[in-house]
């Protein structure tokens, strides 16, 4: 019994596997507000249809190693100014159009929304470097604009 609730476990958590069937439906949102909560990236993604799961992403819990969900349920410090969803769609359709949301602003930031499996054009990618540990890409922005 013990064998067969590790093996599904296992096989549940593939999310890291470039075989996994979701990765062409799985979206990236990135520079996501920290306050922001899953039920808020629902509604932003529904006009583009259903989604299967949102998982948030990238979020430093002080002190300790508890999940996002758990964490705020214990009142328990965050820390950062932003975090990152990986939205798994219905369809790769849906998932397609989700990327119009690319540079819309959420409470002030502008959003990074990508396939999770993007294809990189490094004619269409630039390198910055020597950036202060604390600028965003707010600051960024500006630099470019």
Known sequence: MAAQAKLSSKNRNTTN??????????????????????????????????????????????????????????????TGTTTNFYVVMETEESASACLELNGQEVDGRHIRVDLATPTNDTHCSVFVGNVPFGANEEKLRKVFE
């Open 17 to 78: 596997n470039k075989n996994d069937p979701r990765n062409p439906r799985t979206v990236f949102i990135g520079n996501i507000p920290l306050s922001t909560k899953k039920k808020d990236i629902l509604k932003l993604v529904f006009p583009f249809g259903s989604v299967e799961s949102p998982r948030q992403r990238s979020v430093v819990v002080s002190p300790g190693k508890l999940p996002v969900g758990v964490a705020r349920k214990l009142g328990k410090q965050l």
